[in-house]
């Protein structure tokens, strides 16, 4: 069979089998200490088990542990609030989060068995740069969306002009910019803001004149 003739083939998760000599330990310490929830245990005692970080899912399978075998890497939503967390729970960093000149901001920890497991999320500061100018234009927004919008850019490390820059690109295009733990953000900052109108507010916005003290 050549490789025109390769079937088209889905694949919706893959599923990584690490061994450990105790599975109870390493269930206890993904979960407790990188961040993992529990998805299934199998024995009595357990010699298999499934661990999930978004859809990513870990078989911690009872063996010989080979960690110059393997190292295990994941993207996710925001590596430094993941990285806060684990270094919280004492795990041991191999590398500290940076900025890397693939597209990733990334960090690396290892676990109890040795085994070295890397976390980052996209960054899209690599490449050329693109020379611009930027001009003024009469904007005025609402102003608990001005203020979630300027803790978002600070949340995000963006300029404000940058942040509103990237949500319009990505309008443009009809998608989202933002991440499921960004968005989970967001939605702390509409209460902390008071955001009680929903995503088509705009077209009923009034502005009423400011009311003068008697």
Known sequence: MSATDRPTVDCEFHHTGVPVTDVAAAVQFYTAKLGFGLAFTWGEPVTLAGVILGRAQIFLELGTPNPSGCHLYFVVGDADELYEFQT????????????????????????????????????????????IERVGVPVRLERRLAALLADLAEHKRMSLSSCLEEILLHTNDGVGPHTESQLRRIALLKEKHGIDYDTHASYRFREDPPSRAP
């Open 88 to 131: 919280g729970a004492g795990v041991e960093v191999v590398a500290p989060p940076g900025d890397r000149p693939y597209g990733l901001r990334d960090y690396r920890v290892r676990d109890l068995h040795g085994y070295e497991l890397g976390f980052g999320h996209y960054i899209y500061t690599v490449g050329d740069p693109i020379p």
